[in-house]
Structures are given as structure tokens and as C-alpha cells.
């Protein structure tokens, strides 16, 4: 007979947050950038196919870092719980908030009741018709969901790269600018001095998409020539 | 063991967002209503509005299509405002006949659909899927067709490997059948296609193509009393949409003004019946 041997709450919890953060820890980071032309969306991804970063509804973006398998189910349910209400009610209903919301439950039921915990950190973004009425939320592998405001910085190794960002965050940055301060944060635990295009995933939510685009979907995906030709005009 | 569980979640991933309903949340779908078996002798068979006349061609750098703005519940005018002719996604339009109110849910259904499949599989689908995702969609709404609330439309887009606009045409079963130089759907059709025959020709160019597209409109509504022609008073044109390389645009207003100021006047000028 096996004996069950006693382990308090507090020591489970503690080991499982640990297993998830070293999970995290071992991937790349990606950075969120929310400027004056919207919000930048930038990935360290040598995959042009395995998308970090993706479309969830109008205005909403998710960008993840972790495990890949986990976080692409945690994507196609946002898009799934995106479409159902958008169909349902209205496109406008669909809200960063109420998706950030179910996340953060699931992260926190997987996080209690499964095996394992989801070693993965989420970022949702909305754009709004001003800086100020950005939305960036992030959501941690037991649930916790963080309200940020500027920037978010997750996975590697996230306290460096979210110094370098900190240090030229501004809100009136544009695209270029922003990309810019992503990628160059996104170098600073490493020894190169810049990463090329076709290391990188960049995608925008444009705040302009109406009018620039005629488009009500903000989302648009930067092929590498557009990232090279966008960081290459110097202001 | 292991091969059940990777059957179980191939058989759960699905791209199709109508799929998804039909799992999930059925009672949100526009067709499968469980209606009564026919209604009691006697009763006055169901009034909702009908939409009318809808008519597509191609021209030389795409297609085009383009619907009147009238809907029709028996004798009355249901509507002088009805827009039938939408964008589908980013290189596909669809324009509805028959039922109003189940032909705009599943206009909005398979929009999501469209954009459903993108997002989740990050690439577009390809016209043929396309046209036939939309059969799928018809011939499930084949058991409220057969109690007389009939829903078809007609698709158009533009197949960008193939380098040319596609025009599809839909029976109330699903059947999809491909359409070469024109088509027109919806109760006026007949007379549409008459003067889309004597009108239309190879490699119009955009502006004559929609010229072409509101004067075959015109002569719809010249005979058949429930498609509207346009309406100088009101000051309302057909609703047109042109496909092409660079995607799927909406004539502005003015422009349509313009084209059925003209169409009016030479009609005027000429003094004929017909």
C-alpha cells in the first residue's frame, strides 16, 4: 500500500507556481507597446508560421509567451468566446475586460483543479480612439490579471527587457518609434546589439484603422519587409 | 488510448465557426428552427418581407454586383431602405433574395464564418470554399425553404490565384452552380436577365460595368412591382459593390446618382414605351 503522504496548501501552490514561472522563464520575451498610433505588438519568433501574437476580434489583439500548445488553445477559445458575442449581441460588445475576465477564470480553474498548471503568460490588448482609452491587460498562469498601463513585457528574461523599455517608454511615440524601443529592449540580455527582421513577429492594433485602411479591424500582421522599411526611416 | 484522445481533439478542432454554433450554442443559428408542421387549414399563410432583385456580372478586372432597395410582405412595401447587397470578407460580396429576415442573419453568419476561419487558421479561405461553405449554409435552411421561407443568394469574388472574379449562383437545396458573363437572382430576375443580355459585354470597363448593372436594375423594376428603381425623391440609388484585385469597395452614392440621372433622362428623351 502506498502511503499519501500530507502536503499543505500553501507548499502545493508554491511548487506549481514555481514549475509554471520556470516554464515561462525559458522562452522568449515579447513586448507590448501601446504609443500614439496605437499598439505595437513584438515577439521574439524565428517561426514565420507558429504565431505568438494574433487577432482576436475588431480591436483586441493576444500575444503570449510559454508553451505553444497551451497558449494557441487559449487563442482559438478567445476568438471562439469573441465571435459568439460579437454574433450574438453586438460587434461593439466584444470588450478586452469581459475576454481578460474569462481568461483569467480558466487560467485560475487549470491553475487549482488540473495536473498541471498552464505554464503560459498572456497579454490582451484593445485599442481605443486615444491612448488613454488603451487597454492592456495581463494575465498570469493562476489567474492573477494585472491592469497595465504603457507597456507590458512578459516571458525570458522579462525584468531586464522591462527595464530597457521603461527607460524610453513614452506615450507619444509612433509605430516606428515603438518597434524600435521593442526590439532594442528585447536585445538587452543578450550580446547582439539588434535582432533582424526575420527574427521577430510584429504586429499592430491600428488606432486609424477606419480611416487609413477603411477597415474596422485594427489588427495587421507586418510582413518582414514592412518591419525593415518601417525601422529603417530614421526621425 | 492515446490514439482515442488524438481522435477525440481532432474531431473537436474546427475552423468553422458555424460548426461551433451548431455544437455549442444551436438556439443561435438563423436556420434549424423546429417551425410547426404546416399551418391550420384556413390560416393566412405566414407574411414576413421578401427581398427582391439582386444581379451580378463580370467585367474586365473583376466583378460586380449590385441589389435594389425595396422589400415586398405580400401587396405592401415593407421597406424603401433595405440594403441586400454586403461585403462577405475582404474579396468576396453576397447579395440576398427570398426571406429578409433569415437572408440578413445568414448574410452576418457567414461573415463571421469568413472571418472566423482567418483568424483562427491565419490565412484566408479559398473562393471555392468559400461559394461552398455558403451552399452549406442554404441547404441547411432547406426545412424552413420548404414551409415557404426560402432564402437565396448570390455570391462573387475575386480568385486570387487564378487572377479572375467568380460569380456563383445557389438553389434553395445548397446546389452551387458557377456562373459565366452574368446572373441575377430574386423576383425581378427575369427581367434583369433580359436586359443583362442585351446590355452586357466582354471586358466592360468598371464605370460602364455599373452603369450596365443599375440599368438592368432599372428595367427589373420597370416590370416587376416589388423591386424599387431608383428614387430621385427619397433620393436613393441601388447599393453596388465591385470586386477586384485590390478587394471588395462600394460605389459611393454620388456616383450612382449620376449614372441613374442618366439612365432616367435617356429613357425620358427617347418617348417609348419600353
Same mark, same amino acid.
Given at each position: 500500500m502506498t502511503q499519501q503522504f500530507y502536503v499543505s496548501p500553501e507548499q502545493l501552490m508554491k511548487d506549481r507556481a514555481d514549475f509554471a514561472r520556470k516554464g515561462i522563464a525559458r522562452g522568449r520575451s515579447v513586448v507590448v507597446i501601446s504609443c500614439r498610433d496605437g499598439i505595437a505588438l513584438v515577439a521574439e519568433n524565428p517561426s514565420p508560421s507558429l504565431h505568438k501574437i494574433g487577432e482576436i476580434y475588431d480591436k483586441i489583439a493576444f500575444a503570449a509567451v510559454g508553451k505553444y500548445n497551451e497558449f494557441e488553445s487559449l487563442r482559438q477559445a478567445g476568438v471562439r468566446y469573441a465571435d459568439v458575442r460579437g454574433y450574438s449581441y453586438d460587434r461593439e460588445d466584444v470588450t478586452a475586460r469581459g475576454l481578460a475576465s474569462v481568461y483569467a477564470q480558466s487560467l485560475g480553474a487549470v491553475f487549482t483543479a488540473e495536473q498541471k498548471p498552464f505554464e503560459v503568460e498572456l497579454a490582451v490588448a484593445e485599442v481605443g480612439s486615444s491612448p488613454d482609452a488603451d487597454h492592456l491587460y495581463r494575465l498570469t498562469f493562476d489567474g492573477s490579471i494585472a491592469d497595465e498601463k504603457g507597456f507590458i513585457v512578459m516571458g525570458g528574461q522579462a525584468d531586464k527587457v522591462s527595464e530597457a523599455v521603461a527607460a524610453g517608454w513614452q506615450g507619444e511615440l509612433d509605430f516606428a518609434g515603438a518597434i524600435r524601443l521593442a526590439l532594442s529592449g528585447l536585445v538587452a540580455d543578450k550580446e547582439t546589439a539588434t535582432l533582424p527582421a526575420s527574427a521577430v513577429e510584429v504586429a499592430v492594433l491600428d488606432r486609424a484603422s477606419e480611416s487609413? @485602411?477603411?477597415? @474596422? @479591424?485594427a489588427f495587421r500582421r507586418l510582413e518582414d519587409e514592412d518591419i525593415t522599411a518601417l525601422l529603417a526611416e530614421e526621425n | 488510448m492515446q490514439e482515442t484522445t488524438a481522435n477525440q481533439v481532432a474531431a473537436t478542432a474546427t475552423s468553422s465557426f458555424t460548426e461551433h454554433l451548431q455544437r455549442q450554442r444551436p438556439d443561435l443559428l438563423p436556420f434549424g428552427q423546429h417551425l410547426p408542421a404546416g399551418s391550420p387549414a384556413g390560416a393566412a399563410p405566414l407574411q414576413a418581407p421578401h427581398g427582391t432583385t439582386i444581379v451580378g456580372l463580370s467585367y474586365a478586372g473583376g466583378v460586380l454586383m449590385a441589389g435594389d432597395r425595396r422589400a415586398t410582405m405580400g401587396n405592401i $412595401?415593407?421597406? @424603401?431602405? $433595405?440594403?441586400?447587397v454586403f461585403p462577405a470578407d475582404q474579396y468576396s460580396v453576397l447579395g440576398i433574395a427570398g426571406t429578409a429576415g433569415i437572408a440578413l442573419d445568414i448574410t452576418r453568419l457567414f461573415q463571421v464564418e469568413l472571418e472566423h476561419y482567418e483568424k483562427i487558421e491565419g490565412t484566408l479561405l479559398s473562393l471555392d470554399g468559400k461559394a461552398n461553405r455558403l451552399g452549406a449554409m442554404i441547404r441547411s435552411n432547406l426545412p424552413m425553404a420548404m414551409q415557404g421561407l426560402a432564402v437565396v443568394p448570390l455570391f462573387a469574388g475575386f480568385d486570387r490565384p487564378a487572377g479572375v472574379g467568380r460569380l456563383f449562383s445557389y438553389d434553395v437545396t445548397g446546389g452551387r452552380y458557377e456562373e459565366q458573363e452574368h446572373h441575377s437572382v430574386g423576383s425581378g430576375s427575369v427581367f434583369a436577365r433580359g436586359a443583362l443580355k442585351k446590355l452586357w459585354r466582354p471586358n466592360l470597363s468598371e464605370q460602364d460595368a455599373v452603369a450596365v448593372a443599375v440599368e438592368a436594375l432599372y428595367d427589373a423594376a420597370d416590370d416587376d412591382s416589388a423591386t424599387g428603381g431608383p428614387d430621385p425623391v427619397r433620393q436613393l440609388w441601388p447599393v453596388v459593390y465591385i470586386v477586384n484585385r485590390s478587394g471588395a469597395v462600394r460605389v459611393p452614392e454620388r456616383e450612382l446618382a449620376a449614372m441613374a440621372g442618366t439612365i432616367i433622362e435617356s429613357r425620358a428623351a427617347a418617348r417609348r414605351e419600353a
Open positions: 487609413s @485602411r477603411g477597415t @474596422r @479591424r | $412595401i415593407a421597406s @424603401r431602405h $433595405i440594403e441586400k
